[in-house]
């Protein structure tokens, strides 16, 4: 498949991992980059937000059950093995561990490759094109909170086509993701394995911050471990000059952190990352490349989770971006993709048991009118509900789409928050910076629904649910590993632990400890 247009690639590389300096944006480059507040139900039925009219009674459908008749579906007819020449089980044997490697379908070469011949070389390569263009792991393998899945593929019709027209290189070329930031991500993985190989990088010791006229033997590993990341760094002399805040700041850029130039907790705690886990990042976010569509939707909302930044593309041009806060570790943002449909003005917010249980109950107990004050009622005895308002912690406007989580994108009057580089705060759903703006952008294409009649039915206060004309695909994806536009690497934290257990993961099948079951039988002959 073709690789995408460089324009489209230049202009999705804005997305993710925007650092933010003083005074706005700075400069990111992730390509692709894209809430369980738990705040209601499942899913809010449309009647709250479109109640019934006085005196409307409404009476339910009654409910009939039927059992269809079984549905027999003829099975496909099943391909048989392309029969390889010798030269070209050749050239399959030896890409299949190579290519493993540049992929990042595993951390070290084979040791002692077992030579493969005939039908089990197919089944190997098959296996292999299926990790490489769908992603190594098997279902069994997700978390509960990925619920991001790849599409289906059947890598056969495309080798059958290749072997019989001596095309192997072609179609093994066209198995990756067909996205910049992927290959930005697999010339990264090479780079940060040479660096693994020479010997990674020393830590550089604990003790006081480090700043401008600081001097000694910790100021010159700051400026040997900085080195290795950035040729800009002169490697020598143990004095903390202005050119060695330059290159503290273009680190902390690069992890994501407030580029003030000082070495304090967090950005010693970022430089000592030993590079060996620095390639099991890039590893693992390479794997979620392959759980996308080969191709995007031109229009779309990507969240990154780990970043907690929200991009809206229009026409695959990124026209908006703002700062989020996404859930805090023990309360994940799930990954998803999905369709948003409505804008709920003024909605209010159906508190989830667990929060009410552990938060809001001990609150009301503690100070008597707590719930009073802050607009909340009791319904049926147990459940609670706050009314929307300025104090309800929706705020105006709430973004649905379908999911499995009970998640959205929502305002919050809550904004000290935005302030921080470090915005993993909420219960799981996605609080945004701009609400009002995002949904000016959502309803343009409405007549009905210009900016000033939005703010019109915000100064309302009463709730409704806003049908969107043209539906925009969202999708929340945790990204922590990026290359910018000119190949340098970029790095998140890895809040959630995410990146460590997929790393693991792809290695364990591809390290032949969880192989198909076909395999592994044609592999003990």
């Known amino acids: 498949m073709a690789r995408i247009a460089t324009n489209d690639r230049k202009m999705m590389a804005q997305e993710f991992g925007k650092g933010f300096g003083p005074g706005g944006y700075g400069h990111g480059g992730e390509r692709h980059g894209f809430a369980r507040c738990f705040t209601a139900l499942a899913i809010v039925p449309a009647l709250l937000a479109a109640p019934v009219q006085a005196g409307q009674t409404v009476t339910p459908p009654p409910v009939i059950r039927t059992v269809p008749p079984p549905q027999v579906q003829p099975a496909a007819p099943q391909l048989p093995l392309p029969l390889l020449t010798p030269a070209q089980a050749d050239q399959l044997r030896a890409m299949l561990d190579a290519n493993a ?20 070389l197919v089944r190997a390569v098959l296996d292999h094109a299926r990790a490489v263009h769908a992603g190594r792991l098997d279902t069994a393998d997700f978390d509960k909170d990925w619920g991001l899945r790849p599409p289906p593929y059947d890598p056969l019709p495309g080798l059958t086509d290749a072997v019989r027209r001596d095309r192997l290189a072609s179609w093994i070329a066209n198995l990756p993701p067909p996205y910049a930031g992927y290959d930005g991500l697999l010339k990264g993985l090479a780079n940060y394995r040479a660096i693994e190989a020479a010997g990674g990088w020393q830590p550089v010791p604990a003790g006081p911050d480090l700043t401008l006229g600081a001097k ?38 690069r992890y994501g952190l407030n580029p003030a130039g000082v070495v304090s907790t967090q950005t010693l705690a970022a430089l000592n990352v030993p590079a060996i886990d620095r390639v099991h990042q ?28 929200l991009t809206v593309f229009d026409g695959d041009t990124p026209v908006m971006s ?66 929307a308002g300025d104090q309800s912690a929706l705020g105006r406007f709430k973004f649905d789409f379908n999911n499995a989580y009970a998640v959205y994108l929502h305002d919050t009057p ?32 409405n007549p009905d629904w210009p900016p000033e009649a939005i703010a019109a039915q915000v100064e309302k206060g009463k709730t409704l649910r806003v049908t ?45 400890r969880l192989v198909l079951p076909e395999l592994e039988e044609l592999t003990k002959s």
């Open 216 to 253: 000694g033997p910790r100021v010159l590993a700051l400026r040997q471990r900085l080195a290795v990341e950035d040729k800009d760094v002169v490697a020598t002399g143990d004095t903390f000059d202005a050119a060695l805040v330059a290159g503290v700041q273009r680190a902390q850029r």
């Open 101 to 120: 490697m540049a992929q990042g379908l595993r951390s070290a070469p084979t040791t002692s490759p077992t030579r493969l011949d005939g039908e089990a």
């Open 468 to 512: 969107l004309t043209n539906p925009v695909e969202v999708y929340l994806l945790y990204w922590t590993a990026f290359a910018s536009a000119s190949g340098q690497m970029n790095f998140r934290a890895d809040p959630y632990g995410w990146d460590k257990t997929l790393a693991a993961k792809i290695e364990a099948r591809s390290s032949g």
């Open 322 to 387: 703002m700062r989020a806060v996404t859930g805090r570790p023990g309360d994940e943002t799930p990954m998803l993709s999905s369709t948003i449909n409505s804008i709920v003005i003024n909605p209010p917010w159906n508190v989830p048991t667990s929060i009410a249980t552990k938060e809001l109950w001990p609150k009301e107990k503690k100070s008597p009118g707590y719930f009073k004050r802050n607009g909340f009622k009791v319904i049926d005895g147990t459940r609670l509900q706050q009314a």
């Open 414 to 445: 809550s904004r000290a928050k935005f302030a921080s580089f470090s915005r993993l705060a909420s219960h799981g759903c996605v609080r945004l910076e701009k609400p009002a703006e995002l949904a000016a952008l959502l309803l343009k294409a």
């Open 282 to 309: 890039i590893m693992a976010n390479l794997e979620r490349w392959r759980w996308l569509p080969q191709e995007l939707p031109r229009d779309r909302i990507q969240v990154n989770i780990a970043a907690a930044v």
